[in-house]
């Protein structure tokens, strides 16, 4: 059973940057698309960033060239280094693992396990 545990989130000013950092236990991480989902009270979740098993990348409009999604599979881990952060960036953002529709990855699609979540916040 894969597991999920975000950590790194935290407030930071306008313009500030934050890593995330998710670490998945159990076997088979590194043939999973990986991605970084965000929810604000109200709002749908959204997609941010995936990463496929082959290192492929995908970004959200609103983040591309700010954030950068990578996994490290000998550690069984995925981060988003998320900089000029803006105050619209500002949710609870999740990991999630894909691994029974690896080719809808890119798609925010087929997502069947998540983390529990991590706060940012950022301020003017």
């Known amino acids: 059973l894969v597991q999920l545990v975000e950590s790194g989130g935290g407030s930071v000013q306008d313009g500030g940057s934050l890593r995330l950092t998710c670490e998945a236990s159990g076997d088979g991480y590194d043939s999973f698309c990986m991605g970084w989902f965000r929810q604000v009270p109200g709002k749908q979740r959204e997609g941010v960033a995936s990463i496929n098993r082959d290192g492929s990348t995908n970004y959200a409009h609103s983040v591309k060239g700010r954030f950068v999604i990578s996994r490290d599979n000998a550690k069984n881990t995925l981060y988003l280094q998320m900089n000029s952060l803006k105050p619209e960036d500002t949710a609870v953002y999740y990991c999630?693992?894909?691994?029974?529709?690896?080719?809808?990855?890119?798609?925010?699609?087929?997502?069947?396990?998540w983390g529990q979540g991590t706060q940012v916040t950022v301020s003017s």
């Open positions: 999630a693992a894909n691994f029974y529709l690896p080719d809808e990855c890119h798609n925010w699609i087929g997502y069947a396990r």
